[in-house]
């Protein structure tokens, strides 16, 4: 289980709901477990490199799911 939860965080998904029906999908192999909160990091992606100043433009967004 802690594997399974280690590779989900990992994943980068396009809205907050893929990222909660992944990890529900998930939870539904489990037989003793079973998930209470999953809160979820959102992940600004800017145009342009290096770092981001406060005019520059967001490319977008990627969401990942926290397990801990």
Same mark, same amino acid.
């Given at each position: 289980?802690?594997? @399974?939860?280690?590779? !989900?965080q #990992?994943?980068?998904?396009?809205? +907050?709901?893929? #990222?909660? *029906? *992944? !990890?529900? *999908?998930?939870?539904? $192999?489990?037989?003793? =477990? @079973? %998930?209470?909160? *999953? +809160? %979820?990091?959102? =992940?600004? =992606?800017?145009?342009?490199?290096?770092? +981001?100043? /406060?005019? $520059?433009?967001? @490319? /977008?967004?990627?969401?990942?799911?926290? $397990?801990?």
């Amino acid at each position: 289980m802690e594997k @399974q939860l280690f590779h !989900l965080q #990992a994943k980068r998904f396009e809205t +907050p709901e893929a #990222a909660h *029906a *992944a !990890l529900a *999908a998930l939870a539904k $192999s489990w037989r003793y =477990h @079973q %998930v209470d909160t *999953a +809160p %979820v990091i959102e =992940h600004k =992606h800017y145009a342009g490199k290096g770092r +981001p100043t /406060s005019t $520059s433009p967001i @490319q /977008s967004i990627e969401c990942r799911i926290k $397990s801990g």
